[in-house]
């Protein structure tokens, strides 16, 4: 489980000073950690009836698609605001100061589609909330949470209580 970790390059002060960015930019270039990757997102929900991947802009993108072929499901992009060009319902979530929105659109969730929502990376969990808000709000169920990095020092899995959520590194 661990092993990947070896892969993520940690970036002080970027994109602000204060923040310690976790790159995974580097673990994407090597083939095998790529492969584990997808394949261990895979196996924590292959036993479960999978309708939709939603992704999540932009780094979300990377996995959410590979991860859907794999299990037989369809892929649904949440994109920052105004990007998206069909009819979309919008989610606001807080920020450390202010709040930011994701859009995903209207006919993206069938009523009953079981859905898995994978991210990156888990901090304060109101991206990954904010999604399932949306999922909820179009009729869908939430089947689950992959993220490939969890900040276990944030209160991410707690913003999650009540789903499966399942991450791939720690710190
Ligand atoms: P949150 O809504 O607080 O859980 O933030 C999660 C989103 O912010 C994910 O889409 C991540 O890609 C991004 N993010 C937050 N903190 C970091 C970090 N330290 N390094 C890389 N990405 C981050």
Redesign the pocket.
């Known amino acids: 489980m661990e092993d990947l970790k070896a892969y993520i390059r940690e970036v002080p002060d970027f994109p602000k000073p204060g ?4 790159d995974i930019t580097t673990l994407l270039q090597n083939p095998l950690a790529l492969r584990m990757t997808v394949d261990r997102f895979v196996w924590f929900f292959a036993q479960k009836q999978v309708d939709k991947v939603v992704g ?1 802009e932009s ?2 993108f990377i996995f959410a698609p590979t991860v859907a072929y794999n299990l037989n499901a369809g892929f649904v992009p949440v994109r920052k605001p105004g990007k998206l060009p069909y009819h979309a319902t919008r989610q606001s979530y807080d920020l450390e100061y202010g709040t930011d929105s994701i859009e995903m659109h209207n006919d993206a969730i069938q009523p009953g589609d079981q859905v898995l929502i994978v ?10 909330l904010a999604a399932a808000k949306m999922v909820e709000s179009l009729g869908g169920k939430v089947a689950g949470f992959g993220f490939l990095i969890e ?1 276990t020092f944030l209160p ?1 899995r707690q913003k999650l209580q009540g789903y499966e959520v399942e991450s791939l590194i720690r710190y």
Do not use: N
């Open positions: 923040i310690l960015f976790y999540i780094r979300g991210d990156d990376l888990i901090a304060t969990g109101g991206t990954a900040l991410g």
